[in-house]
């Protein structure tokens, strides 16, 4: 399974660029999207609507990227994705704290273009990576 993490500010068109994404990658095999957000989604419904498996994953108190944090090794470890080609993780990616795991995967960053470098420079260590 080969995991790609989306991620970029609130309303950036993460979501968007998975619409188109998905086509691509669906040759390789099965998909599986998760969605990590705050508060709530409905993301994972459009991406289901493509023909995906889909989840969404809340962390209310905590920061998405925390969530995903302690998320992603109980799904690689325990090996509940291991028939997939693909697991797509959406996120906000912005927690200097929680993002080691960005090494294991391939990490695509979306950026608002009227966003100015303001926003580039507080993407950390996604941006850095």
Do not use: Q
Not at 62 to 78: G, I, K, R, T, Y
């Amino acid at each position: 399974m080969k995991i790609v993490l989306l991620a970029g500010p609130l309303g950036s068109g993460k979501t968007s660029v998975l619409k188109h994404l998905i086509p691509l990658l669906g040759d390789e095999g099965p998909l599986r999207y998760a969605k990590i957000d705050c508060i709530e989604t409905r993301d994972d419904k459009t991406i289901e609507a493509l023909g995906v498996a889909s989840e969404a994953r809340l962390s209310d108190p905590f920061c998405p990227d925390h969530e995903l944090a302690e998320a992603l090794p109980v799904w690689v470890n325990e090996g509940l994705h291991a028939d997939l080609a693909y697991l797509i993780v959406e996120t906000a990616g912005l927690c200097a704290r929680c993002s080691p795991y960005l090494e294991e995967s391939l990490a695509v960053v979306v950026v608002e273009a009227t966003a100015g470098l303001d926003t580039v420079d507080k993407l950390g260590p996604l941006m850095s990576t």
